[in-house]
């Protein structure tokens, strides 16, 4: 699809993205690449690293690739400064690496729901923490105008419950804070923006088949959906919106594209019948109201 921002808007900008080898991330890093950025992505399997970055040079992006792991703080600190060797500035931070899988809470380990929250929560602190002294206004040359810009990717899943995903709702609910607290304090000190971008159901992605997987459904997970699946293409559009200047006075913002899918509730009536009935259940109401008694009438 073609975008509607123009080629240049991120030139010259630096960006490194987590987990940016593979789905939203990799779909982020291409669409930053595309807009200017010379782009590192970082994640935990080699051969997907080398592959993404093949796939993003041979579009004529400059890219380069760093193995690490978001739970480690050195690796943290490591990929940051190697992103500074090599291309001299940062510019965009882009916390995409998540885990998940489905599992019923009793059945869940705290192992794992401390895993969730590792990958999930404080990956996404310790990336910001390295990250940092080299998005300060003020780092990428004596002329940079502002600080850099942090994206954290982030769900809907807690803004109500969700089924068989309360470790990915914990994690994601410290995120969103994580980024309203950076937002504020880094925001003031150092003209740092922080935001997140919470996506909806997204076809071809690991989170959509890990969370809908064919075989445990009874019709198609479309037909399932209230809203239409969006695409990754969505969540890069949203992502090159608020780490450009279009989005410069955005701060502490979760930008949910997901369609509407999670305001979404079953209709109890057919429209039809809600335009046919509604004045005359009024007029009911009004002749008879509900709960007063007789007598005080
Ligand atoms: C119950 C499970 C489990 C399962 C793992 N665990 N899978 N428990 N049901 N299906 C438990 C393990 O038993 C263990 O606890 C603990 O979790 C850690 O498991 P490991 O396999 O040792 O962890 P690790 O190898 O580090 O792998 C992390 C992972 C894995 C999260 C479990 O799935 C992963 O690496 N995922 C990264 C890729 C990914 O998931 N991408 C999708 C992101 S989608 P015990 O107690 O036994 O030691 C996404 C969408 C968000 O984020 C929401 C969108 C709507």
Redesign the pocket.
């Known amino acids: 699809m073609e975008s509607p921002f123009k080629a240049e808007l991120l030139k010259g900008k630096v960006a490194l993205l987590t987990g940016g080898a593979s789905?939203i991330g990799y779909e982020i890093s291409v669409q930053l690449g595309k807009h200017g950025a010379s782009v590192a992505v970082m994640g935990?399997r080699k051969h997907v690293i080398d592959s993404a970055v093949e796939a993003l040079r041979s579009q004529g992006i400059s890219a380069i690739g760093f193995e690490g792991d978001v739970r480690k703080r050195d690796d943290a600190a490591r990929v940051l400064e190697s992103t500074l060797k090599h291309f001299g500035r940062l510019d965009i931070l882009v916390n995409a690496a998540?885990?998940?899988?489905?599992?019923p809470s009793e059945?869940?380990?705290?192992?794992?729901f401390r895993?969730?929250i590792d990958?999930?929560a404080v990956g996404t602190f310790t990336m910001c923490h390295e990250a940092l002294k080299y998005l300060k206004k003020g780092a990428s040359g004596k002329n940079s105008a502002a600080g850099g810009s942090i994206i954290n990717i982030s769900?809907?899943?807690h803004y109500t419950a969700t089924w068989y995903?309360i470790h990915?709702s914990a994690a994601?609910a410290a995120v969103d804070s994580i980024t309203r607290s950076l937002a504020l304090e880094w925001g003031t000190d150092y003209d740092i923006r922080v935001n997140g971008i919470a996506?909806?159901?997204i076809e071809d992605?690991?989170?959509f088949s890990?969370?809908l997987p064919q075989e445990m459904l009874s019709k198609p997970k479309e037909q399932i959906l209230v809203s239409k699946l969006g695409k990754k293409w969505d969540i890069a559009m949203a992502a090159l919106y608020l780490s450009s200047d279009a989005g410069k006075y955005i701060n502490g913002t979760t930008l949910v594209v997901d369609g509407g899918e999670w305001l979404t509730k079953p209709a109890y009536f057919p429209k039809e019948a809600v335009k046919q009935l509604s004045r005359a259940v009024e007029r009911r109401s009004r002749d008879k109201p509900v709960g007063v008694a007789k007598s005080k009438l």
């Open positions: 789905g935990r998540a885990g998940n899988f489905l599992v059945d869940l380990s705290p192992n794992g895993t969730v990958i999930d769900a809907t899943l995903q990915v994601k996506p909806g159901p992605t690991a989170g890990k969370l």
